[in-house]
Each structure stands twice: as structure tokens, then as C-alpha cells.
């Protein structure tokens, strides 16, 4: 278990199963959303649920985001 930057204790690697956790809006962030939700996006569902629990972060990372989003087949 770890304690994140406004402490609250979480575990050491969050992980949802069939969605995508987006905490930080970052290069790091988008790094590990494009990850999790091309893994997701591989098995076929046909919605991948993006759960967002942040304060905020870089805009060009959101764009980022939405980007893959929006050229997933």
C-alpha cells in the first residue's frame, strides 16, 4: 500500500478490471491510459467504461486522451 499526494492510502497498483482509471492527466497518464484501454479495446467489448478521478492536469494530455478515444475501431 502506498500513500498518493492527497493521502489517501490506495494500493500499490490500482487496477480495474474492463475499464480504465484515468488519476493523472500527464505524459505518464496517457503512457498508461493508452495501455489499459488498447488492452481493452483488443477484447472486443463493446464499451470500454474511463473512470476519471483527478483534480485536473496538462490539457494537450486530454487531448491526448480523447484522441485515442476517438480512433479506437
Do not use: H, W
Not at 505518464?28 to 470500454?48: C, H, Q, R, T, W
Amino acid at each position: 500500500m502506498c500513500i498518493n499526494d492527497r493521502g489517501i492510502i490506495m494500493s500499490s497498483e490500482p487496477k480495474i478490471k474492463n475499464a480504465v482509471l484515468v488519476n493523472q492527466f500527464d505524459e505518464l497518464g496517457v503512457k498508461s491510459f493508452k495501455a489499459d484501454f488498447d488492452e481493452l479495446n483488443s477484447s472486443n467489448l463493446p464499451i470500454i467504461p474511463v473512470i476519471i478521478d483527478s483534480f485536473g492536469g496538462e490539457v494537450y494530455s486530454l487531448l491526448a486522451i480523447l484522441d485515442i478515444i476517438s480512433t479506437a475501431v
